[in-house]
């Protein structure tokens, strides 16, 4: 077995028997390791896919040009350092290879936190990022057309997917229990049900505290990781916020209408666009109006995807076209 892959695979045994273990001291140890060990996977496909002589380019932290022996352009790693995270999920994305890297960027947040300082939440916060990665290293033994079941101990492989299964039936109990909460928008019922974690430790086992409160303005959530109580009202913009993450963040760096907009009345990020009401206070009627001469957008307005209306927004279309074609002397 490869240097990169025994080393992973060792990784993740030796965290799973830390995290079996009931001495709170090496839950430390359990989440570096897991940890360690879903990075050391990804390390080991990027090495694979690394053209040879190239000095395993493509795990590499820098990449340098040269020339061949044929004397065409290569590129070949440099130095002893490796990838670290964020290269790792650029260079996945760059390769086409698609991974949920929740459970990766969990398991790091975790291991800050229990690193740097006094971890205050419980065994079942962690239990959960635990048993979520077990479907991460799934999917990264199947990248690498292998079998976690033949490469992993028994028992480890085991107990990953006794707590995956686990965490599953959890989430699915929770997430019915939520789903019965009167949500003034639509698009926050359909956010909820895939979207809305705890106000403090962001687990996604959150439940109904009361069966029979589901109205939004007094139902309240309950945590069982923290477990924390909170006002279900709460949770509404910042569900919204993750569940229009990457339309927002298009919209803020390439412009366009962003998905939901500031309440005048509660000040909320909650006024879903496409159903012209606040999430949160329920205040409707709002129009949205060009950000440049404030005039209320017309259906053929908002059909470009932008916030100007037409005459601006090809005004803008046509000083572009003008500096990228001046005519002629």
Known sequence: MDSLLSNAVLSIEIGVEDFRSRDPRRLVSAVRNVQAGILLLCKEKLRRLSPPSS???????RILPGLDAAGELAF????????DEQQIVERFGQLGIRLDWGPLRKLTAHRNVLEHYRFSGSREELREVVAQSATMIRRLFDVLGMDPAEE???????????????FQEELARCRSSTQTIRWRSPTMARAAATDLVCAVC???????????????????????ACPMTFP??????????????????EAATQGGMPPVLKCRACGEVAVVVDEGV????????YELR???CNEVLTDE?????????????DAEIALFSRDRHPPPD
């Open 301 to 313: 307005d908002r059909g470009q995807g932008d916030s100007r209306c037409l005459q601006h927004l």
């Open 55 to 61: 000095d395993e380019v493509l795990i590499k932290a």
């Open 152 to 166: 992993l101990e028994g028992d480890c492989w085991e107990f990953l997917l006794e707590n995956e299964a686990v």
């Open 76 to 83: 070949r790693g440099h130095g002893e350092k490796t990838v």
């Open 290 to 292: 060009c950000e440049v």
């Open 232 to 249: 279900a009202k709460g949770q509404i913009w910042p569900t919204l916020v993750q569940h229009f993450g990457r339309d927002l963040n």
């Open 278 to 285: 606040c999430a949160v206070c329920g205040m409707g009627g």
């Open 202 to 224: 962001r687990s996604e086992l959150v439940e109904l505290e009361d069966p029979d409160d589901v109205d939004q303005e007094s139902a309240r959530l309950k945590c069982r």
